[in-house]
T-cell receptor, first 114, second 110 residues
């Protein structure tokens, strides 16, 4: 059982607002990810991190930022929300056993931008 | 060409039969392959991972990998109604990113 948490679970917000989606894990995993998923569509990688002070861009990174100041915490910030940001945001963390990576997902945040 | 391709379905399989889900990938040097199950409105849940050519079995699930053909599949034996979900294929490429396919919707007919 993976202990990875996301808050808020649901968020409705107006255009232009700055929002931060929180993700925390208590498993001590170094690698963490943010994905965006629209209904019935694939997960798109937004950002990922190898550990503290490491952040890497995915395919949809241009409109958001992340930080990794602590191992357990990987927040995602949208500086100016737009209706096109309406989606589900999934956070994940990974554990390595040798070179084999196992990824665990949080429950997700559903974002609606009006 | 998309990096990870799956038939979106829906794939309808009678209860008790074998469900076969397929996935192809474009990055020839990919080394890690994953199958996730995602129920509607929920997060993906890892079912199987496979790293070597051949078959890997875990209970009713068997993952098959053919790197030469860039093909990975998931077989579900004795399909149950609770297996009805979207199955996501994911591949870890040379850049260390885990990339997902669009998923195949599986519907088990009672």
């Amino acid at each position: 059982e993976a202990d990875i948490y996301q808050t808020p679970r649901y968020l409705v917000i107006g255009t232009g607002k700055k929002i931060t989606l929180e993700c925390s894990q208590t498993m001590g995993h170094d690698k963490m990810y943010w994905y965006q998923q629209d209904p019935g569509m694939e997960l798109h990688l937004i950002h990922y991190s190898y550990g503290v002070n490491s952040t890497e861009k995915g395919d949809l990174s241009s409109e958001s930022t992340v930080s990794r100041i602590r191992t357990e915490h990987f927040p995602l910030t949208l500086e100016s929300a737009r209706p096109s940001h309406t989606s589900q945001y999934l956070c994940a963390s990974s554990v390595y056993r040798g070179d084999q990576e196992t990824q665990y997902f949080g429950p997700g945040t559903r974002l609606l931008v009006l | 060409q998309k990096e990870v391709e799956q038939n979106s379905g829906p794939l309808s399989v009678p209860e008790g039969a074998i469900a076969s889900l397929n996935c192809t990938y474009s990055d020839r040097v990919s080394q890690s392959f994953f199958w996730y199950r995602q129920y509607s409105g929920k997060s993906p849940e890892l079912i199987m991972s496979i790293y070597s050519n051949g078959d890997k079995e875990d209970g009713r699930f068997t993952a098959q990998l053919n790197k030469a053909s860039q093909y990975v599949s998931l077989l579900i034996r004795d399909s149950q109604p609770s297996d009805s979900a979207t199955y996501l294929c994911a591949v870890k490429g040379r850049d260390d990113k885990i990339i997902f396919g669009k998923g195949t919707r599986l519907h088990i007919l009672p």
